[in-house]
């Protein structure tokens, strides 16, 4: 899983509740188990039309926004089925952070799992980095998971909390098999003892 640090770059608005993970990505694409090729698919159904032409007015879909690094969206992001799907499209799009007011618990979870940061933020803070968005690609943010900060493009500085465990395992780019790979010596010592003290087993 790739670290994350800091990262500066465009951030989309999405200013929509309740998006759901189908709208994120909707259900005839979760044949694959790869965590690549998904981000062609992200929110599909508002992207393309049923000739699969892009609708121009989707954001994403917006010169402005088509290597957009950050979204910011409406309260309860994620909601839905638990499909970890949803953040793999996301990332594979090149998001690498969602700012919300809320998330639904099984996608934010999902979301540091795969390298993505979610940030959730009272309404009224949402709304500055919402309008700061709406400036289009000239308009960047800075997102600093080791200072916890979010940055706007005029340079106004917004906290957020993150759960200092999640914190280190973004940091330090540990997903769950990561996290089991670090203690590859101490697995490797306990297994070398087992086999010697019960090698019936």
């Known amino acids: 899983m790739d670290k994350f640090e800091t990262i500066t770059g465009i951030a989309a608005p999405m200013?929509?509740?309740n998006i759901d993970?189908?709208?994120?990505i909707p259900k005839n694409f979760l044949?694959?188990?790869k965590r690549t090729g998904l981000g062609v698919?992200?929110?599909d159904e508002m992207r393309y039309d049923d000739d699969r032409n892009e609708?121009?007015?989707?954001?994403?879909?917006k010169d402005a926004y088509r290597n957009a690094e950050v979204l910011v969206a409406g309260d309860n992001f994620g909601c839905g089925s638990s499909r970890e799907h949803a953040p793999w499209a996301i990332k594979d799009f090149g998001i690498r952070c969602v700012i919300a007011p809320s998330f639904a618990d099984i996608f934010f979870n999902n979301c540091f799992k795969?390298?993505?940061?979610p940030i959730a933020l009272p309404q009224e803070q949402v709304d500055i980095l919402m309008k700061d968005a709406e400036k289009g690609a000239n308009?960047?943010?800075?997102i600093d998971l080791e200072a916890q900060t979010v940055t706007t493009s005029d340079g106004e500085v917004i906290k957020f909390d993150v759960d200092p465990f999640k914190k280190h395992c973004l940091m330090e780019g540990l997903d769950d098999i990561g996290l089991t790979m670090a203690k590859a010596d101490s697995i490797a010592s306990y297994e070398a003892k087992s086999n010697a003290?019960?090698?019936w087993v």
């Open 139 to 142: 308009a960047r943010m800075t």
């Open 31 to 33: 044949k694959t188990i």
């Open 41 to 43: 698919n992200l929110f």
């Open 114 to 117: 795969n390298g993505i940061l």
């Open 21 to 24: 993970t189908d709208m994120i």
């Open 55 to 61: 609708i121009p007015d989707f954001v994403l879909n």
């Open 197 to 199: 003290e019960r090698p």
């Open 15 to 17: 200013p929509m509740i």
